[in-house]
């Protein structure tokens, strides 16, 4: 018998309790073995739940147990998460995570040091929710030079711009949707401001490129501004918005960012929709491949989770081998970067167009019948640096989205 404890039994921890009971003999005829949940640890108790008999609320209870073998962690945040993670591997025991945040500020430490133990830190479930995306760069894509990853990767905002577009529902509304079903990180900011799809592109591109990718060098935008007209736009010129993690190496070079774009439907991220996730990685011989899945959500994230304990229950006494250097790998600045943008004046299209085409050259009319006194443009492929270099020279510019070229 193989005994797994779990921390926090909020949505994730919860479900990973139900899944290894639900799924019990399925999962212990792949291990080899059978895996008991001898311990949950949570803050709260749980009256009436069967997971009562199981709880406890001081996490050395669990660590003192030579009888535990693998810690799961599904409370979120960095502390007591990354001393938990620490005491953990250094008693012996494997450690596997839901928790981007602790992954993307400690994964190559965490690593290291289950390494040197001979143990396993295991995250598939930090980014993508369900999706396999972890294991596959690890394990899978071993034969190419990665050189693209282009993401959909948080489920709440993907969930709140689908649900914009489709139904002209209220971001807040949406927002508060995505709560209740328990898609949205505790602080939703991390969300709506871009930071959790920011740690999600910086551990996938770590992974990919095999050095570490700082999140905090990484230029994020939020889908905060965007707004029911940009829909309305979006709708005319046939385009749907998303929220995109990316980053792309270009010979030595490597660029990152988290920004809203606009995308046609010729790309394979369009139909990406509600609270799934899409990721396109572009590899020198495979091309590209795309991971698709429920990027969010109680049993979908518990699948992840539960793949990794059952991965290191499988490799109890051997390390998995997972690339990712302490080496920083320094992001280029984005002012070369190329779009072409859709950008949103005030003022009527006669009386500021040859302002508009002075300064950004040809671009593509847009206007949408019953918005008066604005228009709109989508530009030819510039840079960054060439955009804003443009857009100063304008006024009236009210917003701009970057419009996959
Ligand atoms: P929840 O807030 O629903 O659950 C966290 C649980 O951990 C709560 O029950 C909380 O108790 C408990 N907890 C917090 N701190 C401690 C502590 N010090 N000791 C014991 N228990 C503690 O969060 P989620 O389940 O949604 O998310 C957990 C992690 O998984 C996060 O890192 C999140 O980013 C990640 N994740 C979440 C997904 C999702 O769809 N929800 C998908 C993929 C990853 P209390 O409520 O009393 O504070
Ligand atoms: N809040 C995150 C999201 C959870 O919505 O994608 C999954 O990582």
């Not at 270009?250 to 606009?262: G, H, I, L, W």
């Not at 085409?357 to 604005?374: H, I, P, R």
Request: a negative charge; one cysteine or more; charged letters at 25%.
């Amino acid at each position: 018998m193989i005994n797994v404890a779990v921390l926090g039994y909020g949505t994730v921890g919860s479900g990973v309790y139900e899944v290894l009971v639900k799924n019990k003999e399925s999962i212990a005829k792949r291990v080899g073995d059978e895996i008991n949940v001898k311990y949950v640890l949570d803050l709260r108790d749980f009256p009436g739940d069967p997971v009562q008999e199981v709880l406890v609320h001081d996490f050395d209870t669990i660590v003192n147990d030579p009888e535990v073998d693998i810690v799961a962690e599904a409370m979120g945040g960095l502390e007591p998460a990354y001393t938990f993670a620490k005491k953990t591997l250094e008693s012996g025991k494997s450690y596997c995570t839901s928790n981007k945040e602790l992954v993307a500020k400690y994964g190559p430490e965490l690593l290291e040091l289950a390494k040197s133990k001979g143990k396993n830190f295991l995250f598939e479930a930090s980014v993508g929710g369900g999706i396999p995306i972890i294991r596959p760069l690890n394990q899978s894509l071993t034969a190419d030079e990665l050189t693209e990853i282009t993401g959909i990767l948080n489920g709440t905002t993907n969930f709140i711009l689908s649900k914009m577009a489709k139904e002209g529902s209220s971001f807040d509304a949406v927002l508060k949707e995505a709560q209740n079903l328990g898609y949205a990180e505790r602080n939703p900011a991390a969300d709506v401001e871009g930071y959790d799809a920011c740690r999600k592109i910086a551990i996938l591109s770590s992974l990919a490129y095999g050095c570490h990718v700082d999140f905090e060098d990484i230029y994020t935008e939020g889908i905060t501004k965007i707004t029911d007209i940009d829909f309305k736009y979006a709708k005319k010129l046939g385009l749907s918005i998303k929220l995109f993690g990316k980053s792309k190496k270009v010979d030595d070079k490597c660029y990152a960012m988290v920004a809203p774009f606009m995308i046609d439907s010729d790309n394979p991220l369009y139909s990406v929709n509600g609270v799934l996730n899409g990721i396109l990685v572009k590899g020198d011989v495979i091309g590209d491949v795309m991971f698709y899945g429920a990027g969010a959500g109680k049993l979908p994230t518990a699948s992840a989770v539960v793949a990794d304990i059952v991965d290191e229950a499988k490799h109890l006494h051997t390390n998995i081998m997972t690339i990712w250097s302490n080496k920083k790998l320094a992001l280029e600045n984005l002012s070369t970067l190329k779009n072409k943008f859709f950008v949103r004046f005030d003022g009527s299209v006669d009386s500021k167009m040859s302002e508009v085409t002075k300064a950004f050259g040809d671009v593509k009319v847009v206007t949408v019948e019953g918005l008066d006194n604005e228009f709109a443009v989508i530009t030819e492929v510039m840079t960054e640096a060439e955009f804003e270099a443009a857009a100063a020279k304008v006024n009236g510019v009210k917003s701009r989205i970057r419009v996959e070229a």
